[in-house]
């Protein structure tokens, strides 16, 4: 008997054990129908912004394509000319004005994830007197584009050009001080299929425009200028009726004088996002200055124009990965809710990489094709697809680059990653390029992958491990301070 007590005292435990591990293996699978659970749903909260957000930056992006592709088949002059105004000058200005309007995704985010939807209205006309202010100072961007791109050094035929062009793209610049905060305005609100619609609308006009000043009307390549202004003002129109006319009941109540008072506050906090997101935005534009002050400028500047186009098209996808993480992080911060913020985060950076790697061996693939949709001048062609594995391997990198700039901007980091941005790209990527285009002499390759590598890689590395180390429930405590804080005094 005692042998059997031996066995029965034995044998308890053994099932325990069983059961024990059996629950373990069921609580496991719980959990991994959890996790498989919640990335579906955040999934469906992200791709609400994200989706609607690519159509619709494609579609603006594409305005700025079929321009500089009409112009390309004018010749490799006017090609020159337009991408020096488009990359250039108004690259210069769209960087700074489209990062101004960026701290309406940290306000409008955040007020809207805590319910203080009236503010959404007031932030949003703040914006527009704080851009409309910012395109009247830099105005002398666009008089005196001629005699500034001489005397940094580009060839005198393409200055003069690209001078005369950029005179005709002064509406654009204002529609920018307009339409950028109304973007932000809706999609803080998941409106974003508003905005694609109106995107749809104002792409169907530019062909149509285009199509009938350059081939038409024969206008040349003023002619494909003029173009942009009509479709930029289209989508501010659209944007604007739909906004006032009861599209946005909760959050816009009418022109308020509110928007006048607390400026000081709000000039700081988008200066601070336009530094931010302009030092990226101006650092490819650089590697186009410094491009044209090599001997054969007009190829290789041609060439590097094609390239940035191409991956100016793929990056409004990052883009809108960037919009859809700082509107969700906004969100969830405003809500209290560190954790979701996180997770938020981690399932927007999986995503994006995603479809960079698909891209950059899409690049890969058609690296000897790529260009002809600019240019039919075989040293371009040639050009653009030696440089193909740069692009590709760029591309890849900004998959995950400005999903953590849009982390930055959902959770109100903009000034502390200004500085990050201004030592990596600036002190380390342009220096960089400069050594190894002139120093050892490998032209346009060695720019660009200079600057890659060292200020786009390490700017990379460095908000990853910010991101990684983040303390996601005070983040939260501070987001709601925030919003007390910018509801009273703002």
């Known amino acids: ?35 498989t659970k919640r990335v579906w749903i955040e999934s469906k909260k992200l791709w609400q912004i994200v989706g609607p957000a690519i159509f619709s930056r494609l579609a603006s992006y594409s305005m700025l394509v079929i321009t500089q592709a009409f112009a390309g088949h004018l010749g490799d002059l006017e ?28 306000l409008c985010g955040q007020a809207f994830g805590a319910k203080k939807f009236y503010m ?3 932030y949003m006309q703040r914006s527009w007197i704080v851009l409309f202010i910012c395109c009247i100072l830099l105005l002398p961007l666009y ?28 509406p654009l610049h204002f529609s920018f001080a307009f339409q950028f905060p109304m973007q932000r305005f809706l999609q803080c609100q998941l409106k974003n299929m508003v905005i694609a619609w109106v995107s749809l609308v104002a792409l169907l006009v530019h062909v149509f425009v ?68 302009c030092l990226e935005n101006w650092y490819y534009r650089i590697l186009i200055l410094m491009t044209g002050n090599l001997k ?21 996808i990052p883009f809108a990965f960037f919009a859809g993480t700082g509107v969700r992080v906004a969100n969830e911060l405003g809500a209290g809710n560190g954790k979701g913020a996180k997770f938020a985060t981690a399932v927007s950076v999986l995503t994006s990489v995603i479809i960079g790697i698909f891209f950059c061996f899409l690049i890969m693939i058609f690296h000897d094709e790529i260009a002809l949709i600019f240019s039919t001048s075989q040293p371009v062609l040639e050009a653009v697809s030696r440089l193909s594995l740069l692009l590709a391997f760029t591309i890849l990198l900004n998959s995950v680059q400005p999903i953590l700039s849009g ?24 220096p960089l390029g400069f050594l190894m285009g002139w120093g050892f002499h490998l032209g346009v390759m060695g720019i660009w992958a200079g600057m890659i590598f060292g200020g786009t890689a390490v700017q990379t590395l460095i908000l990853s491990i910010i991101t990684m180390r983040c303390d996601w429930d005070k983040e939260a405590e501070k987001a709601s301070m925030h919003v007390k804080k910018w509801s009273e005094t703002m």
């Open 407 to 430: 982390v930055a901007v959902g959770s109100g980091w903009q000034s502390y990653v200004a500085y990050i941005n201004l030592g990596c790209y600036y002190l380390i990527g342009v």
């Open 143 to 170: 008089l005196f584009a001629s005699p500034a791109l001489k005397l940094l050094g580009q060839p005198k035929e393409v200055a003069e050009l690209s001078g005369v062009v950029s005179m005709w793209l002064i």
């Open 210 to 277: 285009s199509w009938l000043f350059v081939y038409r009307l024969q206008l040349g390549v003023v002619g494909t200028a003029v173009t942009l202004n009509f479709s930029w003002w289209v989508l501010v129109v659209g944007l604007f009726a739909y906004t006032v006319c009861g599209g946005c009941p909760l959050t816009w109540a009418g022109f308020s004088m509110e928007a006048f008072s607390g400026l000081w506050e709000f000039i700081k906090l988008s200066a601070a996002s336009g530094v931010m997101l």
């Open 296 to 316: 054969n400028a007009e190829v290789a500047v041609d060439a590097l124009s094609i390239c940035m186009s191409i991956n100016g098209w793929e990056m409004m």
């Open 79 to 106: 090609l020159a000319a337009i991408s020096i105004a488009n990359n250039v000058i108004v690259g210069f200005d769209f960087g700074l004005l489209l990062g101004m309007a960026s701290a309406l995704e940290t």
């Open 120 to 122: 959404l209205g007031v």
């Open 1 to 35: 008997m005692s042998s059997n007590g031996v066995l029965k005292e034995t044998k308890v435990p053994l099932i325990g054990d069983l059961a024990s591990a059996e629950r373990l293996e069921a609580e496991k699978d719980d959990q991994n129908q959890s996790l």
